[in-house]
């Protein structure tokens, strides 16, 4: 099974602070995927990556970046935190972007 | 741009009586793929099904994939408490301004069973 490990379950952060939240995986999958996740809005995606240093903008990329300088290294930056990016972060892997994905267990970030 | 509808977005029901959820994508899908989200945790992949018509059971769960290959159901026989979460289809779709697929997923359907 792909293990998808994601750096921190919780964090608060400071509005104004740059935040990085890490993701890993174990199954050299040359695809990653960073969603966040909100009650009445379901899962959508902010970044994906299909290679190192390759990356594409998703639904909603605004106000992140991301880094995939190694391929089993996927992340997701917050430039200048807003309460607003308060939410469920969900890092996913998948062999080939149309197949099924191996999900991270979830970064809670609270922005205050 | 592209969508996956899912309905409904709610459902409670007693254990022991069956359970249908409904996905409809805006465009034909080469696949569809379901995935189930137990309450605090996260969705984990249940099955992906490829071709028109396509239908695969995995124990009391049944996953259909429509013959014009833009609907797809989900239906529990005989729920039971450990079914509990929010099942969620996902239909690929190509990204704007590439040539890369993205999963888009609907909003899901939280399923509550009560014992």
């Known amino acids: 099974d792909v293990k998808v490990t994601q750096s921190s379950r919780y964090l608060v952060k400071r509005t104004g602070e740059k935040v990085f939240l890490e993701c890993v995986q174990d199954?050299?999958?040359?695809?990653m995927f960073w969603y966040r996740q909100d009650p009445g809005l379901g899962l959508r995606l902010i970044y994906f990556?299909?290679?190192?240093?390759?990356?594409e903008k998703g639904d909603i990329p605004e106000g992140y970046s991301v880094s995939r300088e190694k391929k089993e290294r996927f992340s997701l930056i917050l430039e200048s935190a807003s309460t607003n990016q308060t939410s469920m972060y969900l890092c996913?892997?998948?062999?080939?972007?149309?197949?099924?994905?191996?999900f991270g267990s979830g970064t809670r970030l609270t922005v205050v | 741009g592209q969508q996956v509808m899912q309905i409904p977005q709610y459902q409670h029901v007693q254990e022991g009586e069956d359970f249908t959820t409904y996905c409809n994508s805006s465009?034909?899908?080469?696949?569809i793929q379901w995935y189930k989200q137990r309450p605090g945790g996260h969705p984990v992949f249940l099955i992906q099904?490829?071709?028109?018509?396509e239908v695969k059971k995995q124990k009391r769960l049944t996953f259909q994939f429509g013959e014009a290959k833009k609907n797809s159901s989900l239906h529990i026989t005989a729920t039971q408490t450990t079914d509990v979460g929010t099942y969620f289809c996902a239909g690929p779709y190509e990204n704007s301004g590439g040539s890369n697929y993205k999963l888009t997923f609907g909003k899901g359907t939280l399923l509550t069973v009560n014992p």
């Open positions: 099904l490829v071709k028109s018509g």
């Open positions: 990556s299909y290679d190192v240093k390759m990356k």
């Open positions: 996913a892997s998948s062999q080939k972007p149309g197949l099924g994905y191996g």
């Open positions: 465009t034909t899908l080469s696949n």
């Open positions: 199954m050299d999958h040359e695809n």
